[in-house]
C-alpha cells in the first residue's frame, strides 16, 4: 500500500525533507510456497515474493512501517540509500538497531536526496533475506529525462537463491558445523527457478517484447551466498547504470553482479521473432566450495513467437571465468567527471579472507567440519567481527561502554605475500582475533580503503558492501596491491556501493566522510558476514545541525 503526500516547502530546515512524502506499509509475514515439487513457509514482506517495490523520485522522504507478525526478528535494510543524518533507520541488526522482534512495529523514514535509480531492501539480521527481498525503483525528478533514449518499456529483474531447507535453521546447522553452507537448491529470477529444475517447467518468468523495441532491465542480486552472470540469448546488453548512478553506456554480451550490486542494461529486441532465455548462472571464484550450477532461465519473448517453441539458449560464461568479470569491471565508467578526492587524510590497507580456528568443540566430528579439522572463520585484517548485544550505534550515541572498541587496524598486523605466500598451516597459524572493533573517522576526512584478498583458505572474489556511502572504485587489479605499479583512475572512476574485490587481486575506493553514524562495511555474501567478515566505521559529527545526528527515534526497538 502507497500514498502520496505532497509536503509544503515552507517549513524550516526543509534540507533533507523531500519534495514528497511515500508511505508504505510492511507486515513481515509468512508464506506457504510450493517449488521444487516442495511446499514450505517462507518469510516474506505482506505474504508477496520478492517483496513490494518501493517507487519514489529523486529528493522523495519514504516512510516505510514496519509490523513483525512472524516469531523470528526482522530488520530491512535500504541497500545503497545513503541515509544522509538517518542512520538510525539503516536497518543492520546490531549495527545501527535492534531487531523488531516478534509482535513488535518500527517505522523507516529517510530522503532520498540526490539519489536515483535501481536500490533494493533486504531483511539484515540472520539469513532471512534470503526471501525478505525487494526492489526500489527511484525515478528523476518530474521534467528530468535519463541520459539515453527512454525505453519503451522496464522490467525488474530480481536474481536470488532458494533453499528446501528452513533457512534460519540452516544457518544455525552452518555455524555450527564450523563448515561451509551447502549451496542453493535453486537459482531464481524474480522468485522463478526456471525450466531446469524439477516441477518448474511453468514457474518461469517472461517479459513479453515487441520487435524493434528497447527495453530497460533493473538487475539486483539478491542471492545470498552467490555471485552470478546474466545473459540474454542472442542479445546485447548496454550498462547505462550501475549502483544507481550513471555510467558511460557499454555493451557487453553478459554481466556479473556480485550480491548486493544492481545494475541497469538496455536490451533491444534486434533478434529475429522468437523466445530467449535469459539466463542466470554461478560465478564462483573460490576453491574446493561446491555451488549450484544449474541454471535459473527466463524468457525473453517476441510478440509473434510460437508460445510452446523452444527458447534459444544464452551461453553463460564457464562458472570460474574470472576474465569476463573483469571485462565488465573495466567497461565501468561514471557518465561525467567526478570529483575524486585526491588528497587522502586517512588511508586504511584492509586484508579480507577466510581463516581456520583449532577445534575446541569436545565433539569435533560435528562442529569442526572445516579445513584440517578445524572451524572456519572471516575476517578484516585478521580481526573476526562480533556483532554485540544492543546496537553499535545506541552504544555509541549514548555513551554506554563495554560493547565495542575504537582500535580496528589501519593495516594487517605483518605484511607478506597476502596472494600466494599465505600460511599453509591451518588450523595452526590461520586463527583469527575476535572482536567488536571500530575505526572512526573524522567529519569531512578524505578516505581511501585499500582492500587486499587473501588466500590463508582460498582467494575469492568478495563484494564489499559500505553502509551510508557510495564510492569511487579508483582502481583494482590482480596479485598483492602496490602503490608504485597500481594505476588509479582519478578522473570518471565509477560511484558504487558494493564492490566485488577480485579474486587474488585488490580494489582501492574513496569517499568522504560526510554522513555522521555507525556504517557497517562487510562481505555481502551472508556466509562471510556470519563468519566475521566486516568491520564498522564510525563518522564523528560536524558541525551545526546540518552535519550533526539526530537523536533517536520514539520506536526505536530494544534489544
Not at 396 to 405: D, L, M, P, S
Request: charged share 15%.
Amino acid at each position: 500500500m502507497s500514498s502520496y503526500i505532497p509536503v509544503f516547502h515552507a517549513m524550516a530546515h526543509e534540507w533533507p525533507g523531500g519534495r514528497s512524502t511515500r508511505i508504505y506499509d510492511f507486515k513481515v509475514q509468512t508464506l506457504r510456497v510450493t517449488k521444487l515439487c516442495n511446499t514450505k513457509e517462507i518469510v516474506t514482506i505482506n505474504k508477496m515474493f520478492p517483496g513490494p517495490v518501493v517507487y519514489a523520485q529523486e529528493d522523495d522522504r519514504i516512510i516505510v512501517k514496519v509490523t513483525n507478525e512472524t516469531p523470528y526478528n526482522a530488520t530491512i535494510h535500504w541497500h545503497g540509500v545513503r541515509q544522509k543524518l538517518s542512520c538510525w533507520f539503516d536497518g543492520p541488526s546490531y549495527i545501527t538497531q535492534c531487531p523488531i522482534q516478534a509482535g513488535q512495529t518500527f517505522t523507516y523514514e529517510f530522503t532520498l536526496v540526490k539519489q536515483m535509480g535501481t536500490f533494493f531492501w533486504h531483511a539484515h539480521v540472520s539469513w532471512l533475506r534470503a526471501t525478505v527481498y525487494g526492489a526500489i525503483v527511484v525515478y528523476p525528478k518530474t521534467g528530468v529525462s535519463y541520459p539515453f533514449k527512454h525505453p519503451f518499456e522496464e522490467h525488474i529483474v530480481i536474481l536470488g537463491e532458494y533453499w528446501l531447507r528452513d533457512i534460519l535453521q540452516l544457518e544455525r546447522q552452518v555455524l555450527a558445523s564450523g563448515g561451509g553452507s551447502p549451496p542453493a537448491d535453486a537459482f531464481t529470477i524474480n522468485g522463478h527457478p526456471g525450466p531446469k529444475y524439477n516441477c518448474s517447467s511453468n514457474d518461469v518468468y517472461k517479459i513479453d517484447v515487441v520487435p524493434g523495441k528497447t527495453y530497460l532491465l533493473r538487475l539486483i542480486n539478491a542471492g545470498l551466498n552467490m555471485e552470478n552472470f546474466f545473459a540474454i540469448a542472442n542479445h546485447k546488453l548496454t550498462i547505462v547504470e550501475a549502483d544507481a548512478e550513471y555510467t558511460k553506456p557499454f555493451t557487453t554480451d553478459r554481466v556479473m553482479l556480485g550480491p548486493g550490486q544492481t545494475m541497469n542494461v538496455l536490451v533491444t529486441a534486434d533478434q529475429p521473432v522468437g523466445k530467449y532465455s535469459m539466463a542466470m548462472g554461478p560465478y564462483m571464484s573460490a576453491q574446493n566450495v561446491p555451488f549450484q550450477n544449474i541454471s535459473a532461465v527466463a524468457y525473453f519473448q517476441y510478440l509473434g513467437a510460437v508460445p510452446n517453441s523452444i527458447s534459444l539458449p544464452a551461453k553463460l560464461p564457464s562458472f570460474n571465468d574470472n576474465l569476463a568479470v573483469k571485462t565488465v569491471m573495466d567497461g565501468l565508467r561514471s557518465l561525467n567527471p567526478v570529483n575524486v578526492p585526491k588528497e587522502i587524510d586517512t588511508s586504511l590497507f584492509v586484508t579480507v579472507g577466510l581463516n581456520v580456528n583449532k577445534c575446541l568443540s569436545k565433539t569435533p566430528q560435528e562442529n569442526c567440519q572445516g579445513m584440517n579439522n578445524g572451524t572456519f572463520a572471516a575476517s578484516m585484517n585478521n580481526i573476526s567481527f562480533v556483532k554485540p548485544t544492543i546496537s553499535v550505534l545506541e552504544a555509541y550515541y549514548k555513551k554506554i561502554g563495554g560493547h565495542f572498541t575504537e582500535d580496528f587496524p589501519d593495516a594487517p598486523f605483518k605484511f607478506y605475500d597476502f596472494v600466494n605466500g599465505a600460511p599453509n598451516n591451518a588450523p595452526n597459524n590461520t586463527q583469527v582475533i575476535n572482536g567488536t572493533r571500530t575505526k572512526v573517522l573524522e567529519f569531512g576526512s578524505r578516505v581511501q580503503l585499500i582492500f587486499q584478498d587473501t588466500g590463508t583458505v582460498t582467494t575469492e572474489n568478495h563484494p564489499i558492501h559500505l553502509h551510508g556511502y557510495s564510492f569511487y572504485v579508483v582502481g583494482y587489479g590482480t596479485g598483492n596491491f602496490n602503490p608504485q605499479t597500481a594505476n588509479f583512475n582519478l578522473i570518471d572512476p565509477p560511484y558504487m556501493n558494493t564492490i566485488g574485490v577480485p579474486v587474488g587481486g585488490w580494489a582501492v575506493i574513496r569517499f568522504v566522510a560526510d554522513n555522521p553514524g555507525v556504517w557497517f562495511m562487510h562481505c555481502h555474501l551472508d556466509i562471510h558476514q556470519s563468519w566475521g567478515l566486516g568491520a564498522v566505521l564510525i563518522v564523528e559529527n560536524g558541525k551545526g545541525e546540518l552535519e550533526t545526528l539526530p537523536h533517536p527515534p520514539a520506536d526505536l526497538p530494544r534489544c
